[in-house]
């Protein structure tokens, strides 16, 4: 894709962080963009800096974790937008990071892998299939990390490589 002018992207977990900062460089680019994050506040606040340069962006809360909160995230990006071409399923957690692997609880797995691992499948799943029907140019982008190409030490290295496995 070499336009941006016009087209409409969506990122997750652009409150903060590398998300916030996809939002900004795309919507500097002249696109329209749809800002997803779990913290309401964080969200409300990256949202109002970036109208306040005269950007056209929307902010949806979402949880990346419940295929459902994707699912209206999509919704709501077509209802406002009409289209959407560009998605960084960017949202991640460090997770269960420090303790031992084995010591891990059920909610651990549960929290780290449904946020890094399947908050990208859910983002996939819900978006290509829109990219594809509108059969225009789009790109969906899954951050994974560097940790995903060396030996996975830890909790979040294991869902960074299982997204780039995915990918
Ligand atoms: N910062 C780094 O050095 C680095 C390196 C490699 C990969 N990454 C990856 O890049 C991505 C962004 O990292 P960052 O450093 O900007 O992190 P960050 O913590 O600054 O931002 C992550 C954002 O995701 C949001 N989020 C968390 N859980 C969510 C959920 N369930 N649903 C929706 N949003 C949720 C958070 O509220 C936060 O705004 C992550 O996937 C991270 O693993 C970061």
Same mark, same amino acid.
């Given at each position: 894709?070499?336009?941006?002018?016009?087209?409409?992207?969506?990122?997750?977990?652009?409150?903060?962080?590398?998300?916030?900062?996809?939002?900004?460089?795309?919507?500097?680019?002249?696109?329209?963009?749809?800002?997803?994050?779990?913290?309401?506040?964080?969200?409300?606040?990256?949202?109002?800096?970036?109208?306040?340069?005269?950007?056209?962006?929307? $902010?949806?809360?979402?949880? !990346?974790?419940?295929? %459902? /909160?994707?699912?209206?995230?999509? =919704? +709501? @990006?077509?209802?406002?937008?009409?289209?959407?071409?560009?998605?960084?399923?960017?949202?991640?957690?460090?997770?269960?990071?420090?303790?031992?692997?084995?010591?891990?609880?059920?909610?651990?797995?549960?929290?780290?892998?449904?946020?890094?691992?399947?908050?990208?499948?859910?983002?996939?799943?819900?978006?290509?299939?829109?990219?594809?029907?509108? $059969?225009?140019?789009?790109? !969906?982008?899954?951050? %994974? /990390?560097?940790?995903?190409?060396? =030996? +996975? @030490?830890?909790?979040?290295?294991?869902?960074?490589?299982?997204?780039?496995?995915?990918?």
């Amino acid at each position: 894709m070499r336009a941006f002018a016009g087209r409409v992207a969506v990122v997750t977990g652009a409150a903060s962080g590398m998300g916030r900062a996809f939002a900004r460089r795309f919507a500097e680019e002249g696109m329209r963009v749809v800002l997803a994050d779990v913290e309401r506040e964080a969200l409300d606040r990256t949202v109002a800096e970036l109208r306040a340069h005269g950007h056209q962006v929307t $902010g949806v809360p979402t949880d !990346v974790m419940s295929r %459902a /909160s994707v699912q209206d995230l999509a =919704r +709501a @990006t077509l209802d406002v937008y009409g289209k959407v071409h560009l998605v960084c399923n960017n949202a991640g957690v460090e997770g269960y990071l420090d303790g031992a692997i084995w010591e891990a609880t059920e909610r651990d797995w549960r929290w780290t892998m449904g946020v890094n691992f399947w908050g990208v499948v859910h983002g996939v799943e819900t978006f290509l299939p829109i990219l594809l029907a509108q $059969g225009e140019e789009g790109h !969906v982008v899954n951050t %994974a /990390s560097m940790t995903a190409v060396v =030996r +996975a @030490t830890n909790m979040y290295a294991i869902t960074k490589q299982a997204v780039l496995a995915y990918s």
